[in-house]
Structures are given as structure tokens and as C-alpha cells.
């Protein structure tokens, strides 16, 4: 049926370690192996595929859960290429958010980084720590105290800085 290969094998090939295989057969994202009698696993070249394609799901930002979804739907000769749109359109709209949640964290941040002037100042009225402590005259506490709906990512030039260079 083809050559069968370790578990060291496969795992090299694939680019994983040995404990990812094992742990993905746990998941259910691949199969578990045939067994030598000595109980070592053997596995066919299939294995290398599913496991780089897990990994490039992976680099795409989907979850373990949201790719065993994928998997399945592969799998099922009913499944079609608008199904795996779907749940990758999906996928951008939760990144999106989480984009908008980052952009918002990193725009309160910016604004506690403006606000303090640093330098040798004793601790006490720092406006970082202030906001940390939930002050109501830090420059962030107002944001912070609302239940803001998310925005769409924009980008900003903020803090002297932008995409961690100095402008």
C-alpha cells in the first residue's frame, strides 16, 4: 500500500515535533496509525499532507476546533467550495474584530504613553499606573468604563510611532 514511515519520520517531513502528531491524533485531526507489533506507530505518506495542511490552517489563524470543521467538511462528498467560503469569510470577520479590539487597546495605550511625561517624576499620579488602577482622571478611564461596539480597523499615527517605527 505505500511506505510506511515513524513517527520521527513523518514528524521531521511535516515540520512538527513528535508530540504535535500525537496530540493531533488525540484531537481527531489525524488518523491514528497502524501499529507494529511492538506498538510503535507507522504511518503512510498521507500523514505528512494532513499535517502541513493542519499547519497552514494554522498560519491562517484558524483554531484546532475550526479546523477540525474544515476537515470535515472536506471529507463529506457533500460539502461545497461555498461551505469552505463560508466558514473563511467567517474567519476574517472574527479577525476583524479582534483587529478592531487590538487597535482600540493599542490606541488607549498610546493615549497613556502621551500623557505621561516619563522621566525621573516620583510613581505617585503616574496616569499608566492610575489607569491600571481604574482612576476616573486617567486619560483612558472614561473609554475604558463604556461598552464601546468594535470599529473598523483604521490605521493611526499616534505616540510618535507606526507599525513600531518612529515617524
Known amino acids: 500500500m505505500g511506505e510506511w514511515m515513524t513517527i520521527g519520520q513523518v514528524a521531521r517531513e511535516a515540520g512538527v515535533g513528535v508530540q504535535t502528531l500525537r496530540y493531533y491524533e488525540r484531537e481527531g485531526l489525524l488518523e491514528e496509525p497502524a501499529r507494529r507489533d511492538s506498538g510503535y506507530r507507522m504511518y503512510q505518506r498521507p500523514a505528512i ?67 505621561c511625561d516619563g522621566g525621573d517624576a516620583p510613581l505617585d499620579g503616574c496616569p499608566i499606573l492610575g489607569a491600571l488602577e481604574g482612576e476616573d482622571n486617567s486619560p483612558c478611564a472614561s473609554k475604558s468604563a463604556q461598552s464601546r461596539p468594535p470599529q473598523t480597523p483604521h490605521r493611526t499615527k499616534r505616540c510618535g510611532h507606526y507599525n513600531g517605527e518612529k515617524t
Not at 476537515?71 to 467567517?90: F, H, M, V, Y
Not at 479582534?98 to 500623557?115: G, N, P, S, W, Y
Open 49 to 115: 499532507q494532513r499535517v502541513r495542511w493542519i499547519r497552514r490552517a494554522k498560519m491562517l489563524g484558524f483554531s484546532l476546533n475550526e479546523i477540525r470543521d474544515l476537515l470535515l467538511l472536506r471529507e463529506n462528498p457533500q460539502s461545497t467550495r461555498g461551505d469552505i467560503r463560508a466558514r473563511t469569510k467567517e474567519k476574517i470577520d472574527d479577525l476583524n474584530q479582534k483587529i478592531a479590539e487590538m487597535t482600540q487597546i493599542r490606541d488607549e495605550l498610546c493615549a497613556l504613553v502621551q500623557a
